[in-house]
């Protein structure tokens, strides 16, 4: 035998002596370590962790809290473009192979060997599965054989409509997505079924390197990505030429805040989310819990949008305070881009409030550069709100010069200076049958400061706490046609709980004796002082209590007539649904039912109802009258703007502003829904002279209110039996006067003579008695 052939034959002999040794020993793994693969129970029991969800009353999602964000989507619903995007990404013939493609090992294979290293992976979506389910991410050959194996497994086990359906809902995609249904609503805000082909290209693009093709940290290496799945799709011919066209040429929209959603109720969402963690405390943030709160998507987001633009008017008014911070520019590197957008991160974005750094600055135009490498030049009425900041006698802290840190914000007129406002505001409105909640808004932003408003500010409510002191002298005798003294007043320090005290009304008129309706309806400060001082201040320290205020928070002198307590925005809303429901307490309250993840319901509130005398607070008299005094505030006192905006006259509330104009409120009701808006600063200082609640505070009412009572018919509340209209006004039958009324008290009877006190007061309940 020639030397040459008998080479031959011993390399082939050698080789299949190779092969099945090989062969061998992959039968004595599989003998071995086959029997010893995990359970699969895992899987044919899915049960993945489910983040805890948060929905308005009408079904919207406002809240998730979760490590892993996930909507579990079953295989038949998964839109059949996205099904084909992923195949044509990850694992093209994933229905013809049986857990290992072999045609895609060699291909792999034959691609790193003349591409000189790794350069194809081979992982088919089973592969992926059994990665998810039970092994590492280390790159080992032991743990590649055992992926193998338990493809087999599953693949034996299991449908491949099952196996995608566990791919598709397990995965990671990046923003602490889990699976694809919960991508689609994080990325491009809309559910899975509606996705485009250029949206699930995307979001296919993703489980390879979830990071690296974030279309929200990385968009240009995203849409590298998206294009070579577009383009194996139309290899594939899973779309036509024209499909791939439009795909390539369409722009998408993708949501730059993963934590937005599509009603802005952060504030509702957390105090949710703390009910059903002390209610619920096991596995809460992963059983799939599902909390229904009280309320409606379109309400919320218009008292949203009413706080902020009432937030951003005030702030607009008191006029620009100049750069937010300054960054170096001499010290950025030699990708300043890069550096730029690392800086920028400190100032972190606000809806339409972006934070920008200026390149460069003249008292004309400046140049400015966002996060992602967008710059613009901004000159002309864009700047017009800064420009006392970009003179030369700008203070050089504040000037608006190279370096400087500025917001910009756009409207549909183009970019413009803008500013993070100091100010902070809250609004709350509720039904006054039950006290469900029906929007809430705790702060001008959540991310900003988290701080609820509503719940926890503990605030003055100035004139705004004056119905209650009348509601209590109702109960006294008084009535809305009782005169009573509009003169200046001197109170001792003995009726003070402090020092002497020599308040003023609010405009510094004074009018002499007037009916209590005229003094409401004008908020007349010494009106309400003489008529506690009549009634006596602990009575009206218990009657409070009555609306379920802490009598502890309202000392019993003087100045509570002037609403020199404290209050909670959520108090004064309760407090006023007395008057709106006739009379009745009702609690309010913000989570309806909690459900499992399967919608069986685990808890559910039990409201009482106005109309169970059990929850009787008032006289229904007593309601109605202040009902009448407060309607007549908001057609011709001192709100009414309400009546005129909102062209109608069935409208009560009343307006606060305390001392030296730290706190503006408006608190008010319809018959159907009752509201109260406040705004001030966390640290109190003054709004400014102008700022009043009828002026600051009341806008974000109304405009609250256009929404809410759209649609809702003119409805007065219904005169209650007991009452009698007499000497042009209404008064309980048994005190209808039978004469004229001789006034409650002389300037100084029961009220000692004073001068003013020279040093500020140093209790709390004097330091900021309200001016209106």
């Not at 943030?285 to 309400?299: H, M, N, P, R």
């Not at 003087?558 to 609403?563: D, I, K, S, Y």
Request: proline letters at 6%; hydrophobic letters at 40%; aromatic letters at 10%.
């Amino acid at each position: 035998m020639p030397s040459t052939l008998r080479f031959i034959l011993y390399s082939i002999s050698f080789i299949i002596g190779l092969i099945a040794i090989g062969i061998g020993v992959i039968l004595i793994v599989l003998v071995l370590a086959y029997p010893n693969l995990p359970s699969l129970d895992v899987l044919t029991d899915y049960r993945p962790k489910m983040p805890l969800r948060i929905m308005t009353a009408d079904g919207h999602l406002i809240g998730e809290f979760g490590e892993e964000r996930r909507a579990v989507v079953r295989i038949q619903d998964v839109p059949e473009v996205m099904k084909q995007a992923i195949m044509a990404a990850e694992d093209e013939r994933f229905y013809q192979h049986g857990g290992v493609d072999t045609l895609g090992v060699l291909r792999a294979a034959y691609a790193n060997f003349i591409g000189g290293g790794k350069r194809q992976g081979a992982s088919t979506i089973t592969m992926q599965v059994a990665r998810n389910f039970f092994l590492s991410s280390e790159k080992t050959l032991t743990r590649k054989m055992y992926e193998a194996l338990l493809s087999f497994k599953i693949e034996h086990n299991l449908s491949k409509d099952q196996i995608f359906e566990l791919y598709i809902n397990q995965i990671f995609l990046g923003q602490r997505a889990y699976g694809f249904a919960a991508a689609s609503q994080i990325y491009f805000g809309k559910p899975l079924s509606q996705i485009s082909i250029a949206e699930a290209a995307m979001l296919a693009g993703l489980p390879k390197a979830p990071s690296a093709f974030n279309p929200v940290v990385n968009p240009k290496r995203a849409r590298i990505r998206q294009e070579y799945v577009l383009k194996r799709m139309r290899d594939l011919d899973f779309i036509t030429e024209e499909q791939f066209n439009t795909a390539m040429n369409e722009t998408l929209v993708v949501r730059r805040d993963a934590g937005q959603y599509s009603t802005h109720a952060e504030y509702v969402a957390e105090m949710a989310r703390q009910i059903t963690a002390e209610r619920f405390p096991q596995d809460v943030y992963s059983a799939g819990l599902q909390v229904i709160t009280t309320i409606q998507k379109d309400e919320q987001e218009a008292a949203y949008q009413a706080l902020r633009k009432g937030v951003l008017d005030y702030d607009r008014r008191q006029g620009y305070r100049g750069a937010e911070s300054f960054i170096d520019l001499k010290q950025m590197g030699e990708d300043q881009e890069e550096s730029l957008d690392v800086a920028l991160q400190e100032f972190p974005a606000i809806e339409n409030l972006i934070p920008a750094v200026i390149l460069e600055a003249s008292p004309r135009q400046i140049k400015t550069y966002m996060r992602g490498g967008e710059t613009l030049t901004l000159s002309g009425d864009a700047l017009k709100f800064a420009s006392r900041m970009l003179d030369d006698k700008a203070p050089v802290t504040k000037k608006l010069r190279r370096g400087a840190v500025i917001r910009l914000s756009k409207d549909d007129k183009g970019w413009r200076i803008a500013q993070l406002p100091e100010v902070e505001a809250a609004f709350v409105s509720a039904h006054p049958k039950d006290g469900a909640i029906r929007a809430l808004v705790g702060g001008f932003d959540f991310n900003h400061n988290m701080f609820n408003h509503v719940t926890q500010a503990w605030r003055q409510p100035g004139s705004s706490f004056k119905p209650f002191i009348y509601s209590a002298a109702l109960e006294k005798g008084f009535s809305p046609g009782s005169i009573v003294l509009d003169e200046p007043v001197t109170v001792s320090a003995a009726q003070t709980g402090s020092q002497a005290w020599q308040p003023k009304n609010y405009d510094g008129k004074y009018e002499g004796p007037m009916k209590l309706r005229t003094a409401l309806t004008k908020s007349k400060n010494m009106v309400s002082i003489r008529l506690l001082q009549a009634i006596g201040p602990a009575y009206a320290q218990d009657y409070i209590t009555r609306f379920g205020f802490d009598a502890e928070r309202h000392p019993p002198y003087l100045t509570m007539a002037l609403g020199a307590g404290s209050v909670t925005p959520w108090q004064m809303a309760a407090a006023y649904a007395v008057f709106a429901n006739g009379g009745y307490r009702v609690n309010p309250y913000i989570v309806k039912e909690i459900r499992d993840q399967h919608g069986r319901v685990l808890a559910q509130a039990t409201p009482a109802q106005a109309g169970d005398e059990t929850l009787r607070s008032i006289d229904p008299r007593n309601a109605y009258l202040m009902y009448s005094m407060m309607r007549d505030v908001t057609i011709y006192g001192t709100a009414g703007r309400a009546s005129a905006a909102l062209k109608r006259q069935d409208l009560a509330g009343k307006t606060g502003t305390t001392n030296d104009h730290m706190d503006a409120w408006f608190c008010g009701f319809q018959k159907t829904v009752v509201g109260c808006a406040w705004v001030g600063f966390d640290q109190p200082k003054s709004l400014g002279n102008r700022e009043t609640g009828g002026f600051t505070a009341l806008p974000i009412w109304i405009a609250y209110m256009q929404e809410a009572l759209r649609g809702v018919p003119v409805e007065q509340i219904p005169q209650p039996e007991g009452i009698t209209a007499a000497r042009d006004d209404i008064y309980y039958s048994e005190n209808v006067p039978p004469a004229p009324e001789p006034e409650v008290s002389s300037p100084d009877e029961g009220l000692p003579t004073a001068t003013p006190a020279q040093e500020q007061p140093a209790k709390p309940v004097v330091e900021a008695f309200p001016a209106d």
